[in-house]
């Protein structure tokens, strides 16, 4: 990206400046300077729109969270699911979004939005406010978590053929056992299944 003279900025074009240079250099190089440099811009200029780094940082999480909520499933359930499948694919989308999700408190409109839409469906399942609360958390929790560990798989160096470990005799024989399932290889399908699961937890309290 060269930066070049530019006359107005909106904020939309320097989450998206800031998103580039993410995506380019990493999140440590997302800074007020870098993305003023980038887009031709003064740090003074910058700092009318965004007064330090963590604020442009949870517009960026903000961005990320874009239309997260926007599930209209008419079952709970399936709302819910739908909703941490939305999540999980914008955590996918920047290879440095995870850091960005954990850079502060997840509390600005769209994430607000996200977590209210959750407790609203456990809400509608039966839970009462606060188990539906626990609910919701649970979910992002586990969302952020499998995110976390599917964005581990992708940076892992493709390896032809990977030395067999001196301690191959067998003293994790349930871990070889279902490697087959690939749970942090992102298929849809098992990330569901084991949502499905985690959402059965609150099944007894939604039966009460």
Known sequence: MKPGPRR???????????????????VAAVSVRGVAGALGLTPTAMYTYFASKNALLQAMVEHLLTGVADATEPDWRDRVVSIALALRAKLAEHSGAMVLVTSGPLDGPNALSL????????????????????????????????????AAR?????????????????????????????LDGGDDAEFAAALGRVIDGFAPAVVS
């Not at 998206?16 to 380019?24: G, N, Y």
């Not at 977590?115 to 992002?140: C, K, M, N, P, T």
């Open 154 to 182: 992708r940076a892992a160096p493709v390896e032809a053929s990977a030395p067999q470990p001196l301690w191959s005799d067998s003293r994790h024989p349930l871990v070889e056992q279902t490697e087959h399932l690939a």
């Open 115 to 150: 977590a209210e839409r959750l407790i609203e469906s456990f809400v509608e399942a039966g839970l009462a406010v606060d188990d539906a609360a626990r609910a919701a958390h649970v979910v992002r929790a586990f969302v952020v978590g499998q995110s976390a560990l599917e």
């Open 8 to 26: 107005s900025v909106s904020q939309s074009d320097i989450v998206d400046a800031a998103f580039e240079i993410l995506e380019e250099k990493g």
